[in-house]
């Protein structure tokens, strides 16, 4: 038999009774997830700067569909050069002229149309960027979590290892334990290797801090994060079904800021279209004159005059204009089709990285877990009574801890999944509204 101090010890320090300690919960001014991605999104500056430029394009449009301004032209003509007297001879006049051209066709309705169309896909632009925040600082918010109570889970049951510690000290020193001093320092070896663990992870979480920086205010980061697992996904019921999620995708905010992109080159063909028109343009003057010496009456002159061009010459102009703004059209619509294929193709590797880990997800929960603690306390029962190996016993304790570990991990991993598949899937009410808002 083990020295009796070796039993009592085990017993005394809780190896078996007092089982494996889960971490406290966090206070309630922890940082949430959805606070944190709350005021990413809230005070993003791209945000900021998307909507200063959709108000220039607006403003433009207004501009670039108004006719251009008439020109005025005073000047004097046919002014003798000998004498410079204005009433010397009859053709010298001081005229007056007003001008004004005409763009050819539809331009100006088309050039402010087109940059509506630029404007409208704006508000999609920055559906997108709110969705990507958010899954960006979903993920960050998960790795901390995932370090911060891998932490945790570690520190508040380290006094089990240091528990194996102290009973193989207790039972190498005996006089009549068995236990061998290659135990002791299998013991103070695993102890040291789960410091180093913690350490490691510590840098885990102070780098995702670091990276939430990016996003969030120092002080949001000094408060820390809850101990439960928070989640922010909105997915619907039928993601599940191909042609839905499909339908899903179709109105992703970047395919339909990409639509928008195409309906502006379509706008461009019809301007390119427009230069098949004459440009026209109307001139009016007023030319006065002064009377003779004589006192002789002159009369003014009064000038209109109309200005067309004629695009006769279109083979290398016009229609290799318009030909290109077809090409950049059919060229957008095959990155449109890239597109469709990319979200679609990252909804389904999100999908079936959910599925296969709701599966280790349950098997943790439902065997390995169980099983894995039952394999501990029945290794440590064994040891107390004389019929296992200490070794056996770190090893029990390790495969333990990992497990735990490792089934935190699977969850977080679960959250990020369907963070993931939230963005390729972004809520249909939202693109809906931005819709109605612009129609």
């Known amino acids: 038999m083990k020295n009796a101090v070796m039993g009592l010890a085990l017993i005394s320090l809780g190896l078996i009774s007092k089982g494996w300690a889960e971490p406290a919960i966090s206070p309630q001014s922890a940082l949430s997830l959805q606070q944190a991605i709350h ?51 009859p053709m010298s006049q001081f005229r007056v ?29 920055r ?77 885990d979480h102070d780098i995702a801090q670091q990276a ?22 909105l997915i619907p019921n039928d993601f599940d079904d ?9 109105k992703h905010p970047r395919v339909q800021a990409l639509d928008r992109n195409i309906a502006v080159i379509t706008t461009g063909i019809e301007l390119a279209r427009q230069q098949y028109k004459p440009e026209w343009g109307v001139n009016a003057a007023y030319a006065y004159r002064e009377d003779e010496p004589g006192g002789d009456d002159r009369a003014d002159f009064v000038s209109m005059a109309f200005t067309l061009d004629l695009p006769l010459f ?7 204009r318009v030909s290109a703004a077809s090409d950049r059209r059919a060229a957008v619509q095959t990155k449109r089709d890239l597109l469709l294929r990319e979200l679609m193709a990252g909804f389904e590797q999100a999908a079936a990285e959910l599925r296969r880990l709701d599966e280790r997800l349950t098997r943790y929960q439902d065997d390995l877990l169980p099983q894995v603690h039952d394999q501990a306390d029945a290794i440590l029962a064994a040891y107390t009574s004389d019929g296992g190996d200490f070794a056996e016993v770190i090893r029990a304790r390790i495969a333990e801890l990992n497990t735990r570990i490792m089934a935190l991990q699977l969850k977080v991993e679960r959250q990020k999944a369907l963070a993931k598949i939230q963005y390729f899937i972004v809520p249909n009410s939202v693109v809906d509204l931005l819709e109605g808002e612009l129609e």
């Open 242 to 250: 191909k042609h839905q999620t499909q339908a899903h995708i179709v």
């Open 314 to 320: 279109t083979a290398n102009r016009q229609d290799r």
């Open 212 to 233: 939430l920086g990016e996003w969030l205010p120092t002080a949001l980061l000094k408060r820390g994060l809850p101990d439960n697992l928070q989640t922010n996904v």
């Open 39 to 89: 005021h990413a999104v809230n005070n993003d500056p791209w945000i900021k700067g998307s909507e200063l430029n959709e108000r220039a394009l607006l403003a433009e449009s207004i501009a670039d569909g108004e006719l251009p301004d008439p020109s005025l032209s005073v000047g004097l003509l046919n002014l003798a050069t000998d004498t410079f007297n204005f009433d010397q001879e």
């Open 127 to 203: 559906a997108d960027r709110k969705a990507r925040v958010t899954f960006q600082v979903s993920l960050l918010w998960f790795d901390a979590f995932l370090a911060r109570q891998s932490v945790a889970l570690i520190e508040n049951n380290r006094h089990l290892f240091e528990q194996l510690v102290d009973v193989a000290h207790a039972n190498y020193t005996s006089t009549s334990g068995s236990t061998r001093q290659q135990d002791v320092i299998r013991a103070e070896f695993e102890l040291g290797r789960l410091d180093d663990r913690l350490s490691s992870l510590w840098q």
């Open 97 to 125: 002229a007003l001008a004004q051209s005409f763009p050819r066709g539809d331009t100006l309705q088309l050039k402010r149309q087109q940059k509506r169309q630029q404007s409208s896909a704006y508000p999609f632009l």
